[in-house]
């Protein structure tokens, strides 16, 4: 509909040569941007610079209903999980793990239909159970990873039994716990020091749940351009690594195991990082990190 606008806009800009100009400005503000000023905003700004008709301020109002409309079913609920629940994919992706396209590219529209709890009502919760997902690597199909969208605000010792009876049922030797925010106050803990204690027992029986916030999912921290671009080394690569620069591990530089990239990747400790940064002189400048 961006001719349609554009060529309604052009129709109330010749009475004025001046409102021509005033008319792309406010064409760029609604089509170049995320967010839309408010009509009285919109209302003050014209008639402070150019005393425009009323019919084009009823016009700006009416663009800015036809450009809201789409969205008025969802909430921000809703579309802050669907920008959740594709970091996440993302992140399985970047492990290695198979990930069909149309759940990587659903659109927020698509998302609410699937997931929403009444999709035929605007403006209902996102059922969280729907949200799961579980994916098997490229190499090896019988690794197994889920995703896990708890309903529950604190996470506690029996839900982390109950994660751990869908993993056993599911052969899922790793999961990603995806911790819902306290709505009652921004400090309270989301995760018990109890569950924390069974997910370190678990890890020692190879079942590996890996809780993230969901302010950590929010945005892909890998596609940041401060952020280097990280090569998750294998166990062949590390030693080849080690053989040609005749070096120990315990000799490479350091990285702590809950950085956030190294979070990202999953990356367990001893396992070697391949960092490449870019270099003004060199072209790029390459450096490893052993995660301890």
Known sequence: KKSEHATSLSVFSFHHPKNTFV????????????????????????????????????????????????????????????????????????????????????????????????????????????????????????????????????????????????????????????????????TTKTISSQAMNAIDALEAKKYIIEPFKEDELLVNITHHELVPQHVPLSEEDKVNLLQKYKLRDAQLPRMKRNDPVARYFGMKRGQVCKIIRPSETAGRYVTYRLVV
């Not at 005393?51 to 909430?75: D, N």
């Not at 896990?148 to 899922?172: C, D, R, T």
């Open 23 to 186: 008319s792309y400005f406010i064409f760029h503000i609604i089509f170049n941007t995320d967010f839309l000023p408010s009509a009285y905003f919109a209302h003050c700004c014209l008639q402070f610079y150019f005393p425009l008709s009323k019919q084009f301020i009823f016009h700006i109002s009416q663009l800015q209903r036809t450009k809201m409309s789409s969205t008025e079913k969802h909430t921000q609920e809703c579309y802050r999980l669907w920008r959740i629940r594709r970091t996440v994919l993302q992140m399985l992706q970047d492990r290695g793990y198979t990930v069909l396209n149309e759940e990587l590219n659903m659109p927020v529209d698509e998302f609410y239909e699937k997931m929403a709890t009444t999709p035929s009502e605007p403006k209902t919760p996102i059922n969280r159970t729907r949200l799961m997902y579980m994916g098997s690597k490229r190499a090896n199909p019988e690794d197994v990873i889920m995703v896990y969208f708890p309903e529950e605000e604190k996470i506690g010792l029996k839900e982390i039994k109950n994660l751990y009876v869908s993993m056993q049922q599911s052969n899922a030797k790793r999961a990603i716990l995806v911790l819902r925010p306290s709505q009652r106050h921004s």
